[in-house]
């Protein structure tokens, strides 16, 4: 109802619109020389061309003119003249006379011409009320609806409804979303499931006394999946559903967040049961007073409002409120105290049969070919979230459809991780000296990794560039990154250095390149780690650096620049040398021990220019001890 007045508003106002137009054009001022020339049609033979008031007064004194048609009230005019310039043919002619020109008259009737003043046409009646009176008024009055309804539309930024929620808020949604969409996170799920349950018959809960949670905090990075439970929530509850950023309620002007969380609540309990759905919850919830400065005015007031609105609704009355951050750390404490956010579900990136049911979910309806293997590509992807596998399955497709196939097979499938790891590929590159040393540097990053001990296996050795790198060496990811041994850690660092260490064997120290810049800065940074956050260093057991801001924790964190945190620093850097070091003369005596095999993988790789796992691992075989890979290869180092 209330979207017909509106579009009959919308109909009068453009109405109005055309009518001032018109109005404008007929009772103004200034009549546009359009009308002018409409009107003298019936005096008129040829196009009206123009004429300055000076050349009009010449052509008078001349005897050239002859009728003059005043409009205007005498501010414009059209004559017929003839001169030998016009070729002494009859022209109509139109000149702008400037004001104050009173004597034209005079002039005029001096020189006998033929002259007449057509008055500006009547306004209507009708015309005149609606200018004056009715479309003002339909204006008025039409900005105050929009003004008072913009919030509907989630607008929100009119004036007028600053202080309202943006929520998006739909009353039984269809987000198409439903709870078999979801996999790989089947705690979550389950939590939610049964939040649904409580939805759809509160009474079985209430009967016994159960009191269901009024908050709930997703956690986890991002595209695990968050907002994919909070739309099959309110999908399969059926319940009323707002949804809302927490970066929504951050508003530049005191007040207006907090403002704008008292009407969410509003909403939502005069809509209960319901779901209310915050993302990026941090925005609003960080801890207060953290700012610089004293903190922020602002946010605090909004977020004290929702600490404020939690408490406030009653238990059971069936508003949940469901808030999704992947930086729990940063929230302020009293958002996670028992009666506002005291349930916390963890999401995190699916294991591997996590990945699975993740593509098998996104494959459902793909035409994928039989010699697509979703377990291999599950195998392939640790460290992927929900959404990168979808944009993985989604990659695939294009790809599909720009070589023309009308099914996905397995190659655009690897096209497609390659390009989500390591970038979109680049042409190969020509053979030249470079090219041969890329392929001895990417050899040696093999040779290591296969050599060494718990270290991953190779996938592929490719000479076609992808993202910033020339070529690249793949390993098929361990399932578990998060539990690495010293041992792990070593053969990375060392793998990481072999790249190097053969362009300098095979090429001496002068032709090392730029190439292995990256490598430098992944093997220092595992390096500084197992020193400041592993205590795998002589330094011992002891966390040195916190994790996420690299502060060097003693010392320097309670006394900047102190003798004490300078003496830490100094240490630190020695071991991460040491470790580098002994790291650097492993991979040179790896790459110096398997140099004939590198440079026949070399010869080979520069002809196809990728080489799988399984072939590079057949070569070595032939000369080296790789059933052994179990040997320890790795021992103390001091
Ligand atoms: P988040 O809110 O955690 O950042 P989303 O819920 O927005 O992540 O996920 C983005 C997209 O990734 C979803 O629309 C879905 O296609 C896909 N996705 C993420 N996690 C899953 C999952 N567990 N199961 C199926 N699809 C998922
Ligand atoms: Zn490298």
Not at 201 to 215: C, F, M, N, Q, S
Not at 479 to 495: F, G, K, N, P
Not at 557 to 573: K, L, Q, T
């Amino acid at each position: 109802m209330k979207n017909i007045i509106k579009s009959i508003l919308a109909l009068l106002v453009a109405l109005g619109l055309v009518i001032v137009g018109v109005k404008k054009f007929n009772i103004g001022d200034f009549q546009s020389p359009e009308t002018i020339r409409n009107k003298s049609e019936a005096d008129q033979n040829t196009a009206s061309s123009r004429m300055t008031y000076g050349r009009f007064l010449d052509y008078l004194e001349m005897g050239w003119v002859k009728q003059v048609d005043l409009y205007d009230n005498g501010r414009n005019a059209q004559i017929v003249a003839s001169s030998p310039e016009l070729g002494n043919r009859s022209q109509t002619i139109r000149v702008e006379i400037p004001v104050g020109a009173s004597q034209l008259i005079q002039k005029l009737k001096e020189n006998n011409i033929n002259f007449d003043a057509h008055p500006a046409p009547r306004k209507s009646l009708f015309v005149t009320i609606a200018s004056n009176i009715l479309l003002p008024a339909i204006f008025i009055g039409a900005l105050i609806y929009f003004f008072q309804n913009s919030d509907m539309g989630g607008a929100g930024s009119s004036p007028m409804s600053l202080g309202k929620s943006t929520a998006r808020f739909e009353r039984r949604p269809d987000t198409g979303v439903t709870f078999s969409d979801i996999a790989g996170i089947d705690e979550a799920k389950a939590e939610f499931e049964e939040i649904v349950s409580f939805l759809k018959e509160p009474d079985r809960y209430t009967l016994v006394g159960a009191k269901i949670p009024k908050g709930i905090l997703l956690v986890g990075p991002p595209g695990t999946g968050k907002t994919l439970l909070a739309k099959a929530i309110a999908n399969e509850a059926n319940v009323p559903f707002f949804s809302v950023a927490g970066s929504e309620f951050v508003e530049m002007f005191i007040g207006i967040g907090a403002a704008r969380v008292r009407d969410l609540f509003k909403k939502a309990s005069e809509n209960a049961p319901c779901i209310v759905f915050i993302d990026e919850i941090d925005a609003v919830g960080r801890e207060r007073g953290a700012g610089i400065g004293g903190g922020n005015d602002e946010r605090e007031q909004t977020l004290n409002q929702l600490l404020t609105e939690m408490d406030g609704f009653k238990e059971n009355k069936g508003v949940i409120v469901v808030g999704a951050t992947n930086r729990v750390d940063i929230l302020d404490a009293a958002l996670l105290r028992p009666g506002r956010f005291d349930r916390q579900i963890t999401v995190n990136l699916p294991d591997r049969l996590g990945r699975l049911g993740i593509l098998k979910v996104h494959g459902r309806n793909k035409p994928l070919d039989t010699s697509v293997s979703l377990v291999q590509i599950a195998n392939r992807t640790p460290g992927f979230s929900g959404a990168d596998l979808a944009n993985l399955l989604n990659e695939a497709a294009i790809l599909a459809t720009r070589y023309k196939k009308t099914l996905i097979t397995n190659n655009e499938v690897n096209e497609a991780v390659d390009r989500i790891i390591g970038g979109i590929a680049g042409a190969s590159m020509e053979d030249t000296k470079n090219k041969k040393l890329i392929a001895y540097h990417e050899v040696g990053h093999a040779i290591a990794g296969s050599v060494l001990k718990s270290h991953d296996e190779v996938e592929k050795i490719t000479l076609t560039p992808r993202g910033g790198a020339k070529g690249l060496t793949w390993f098929t990811p361990e399932e578990d990154q998060s539990l690495l041994s010293r041992s792990a850690l070593l053969a990375r660092i060392i793998t990481a250095l072999a790249g190097r260490a053969t362009e300098q064997v095979v090429f001496g120290d002068a032709e090392i390149t730029t190439g292995a810049s990256n490598d430098l800065q992944q093997v220092t940074n595992l390096a500084r780690q197992m020193v400041t956050r592993f205590g795998m260093s002589n330094i011992g057991p002891i966390a040195l650096e916190d994790e996420n801001t690299g502060q060097v924790f003693l010392g320097s964190s309670m006394n900047p620049g102190s003798e004490y945190a300078e003496n830490i620093a100094d240490r630190i850097d020695t071991e991460v040398c040491k470790i580098i070091n002994y790291c650097e003369q492993k991979a040179i005596e790896i790459v110096s021990d398997n140099r004939v095999v590198i440079d026949l993988a070399v010869e080979q790789l520069l002809d196809v220019e990728t080489m799988d796992g399984e072939k590079f691992r057949e070569l070595l075989s032939l000369y080296t001890l790789l059933p052994n890979k179990k040997l320890p290869y790795i021992s103390k180092f001091s």
